[in-house]
């Protein structure tokens, strides 16, 4: 896959990940209150996002040649 690909499916897919998980998660509370949906999505997101992109620019950065 093109390394653009690759930065181009990174910054759109962790987002839309995180943010689908927040809200499979806040699904069961969705007729509470919306400061708790919001504080819990909230929170969701940010995980998501500062968990995958260290692991996306670890998949994006190139392999480096054997120097043996």
């Known amino acids: 896959m093109n390394r653009s690909l690759k930065l181009v ?9 995180s943010a689908l ?3 499979l998660a806040c ?19 940010t995980t998501g996002i500062c968990a995958g992109l ?3 620019l670890t998949w994006l950065t190139p392999d480096k040649p054997d120097r043996d």
Do not use: W
């Open 54 to 56: 260290p692991a996306c």
């Open 21 to 23: 998980a927040a809200a």
């Open 27 to 45: 699904r069961p509370i969705h007729d509470g209150p919306l400061a708790p949906q919001l504080l819990i999505f909230g929170l969701l997101l």
């Open 9 to 17: 499916a990174a910054a759109l897919g962790v987002p839309a990940l």
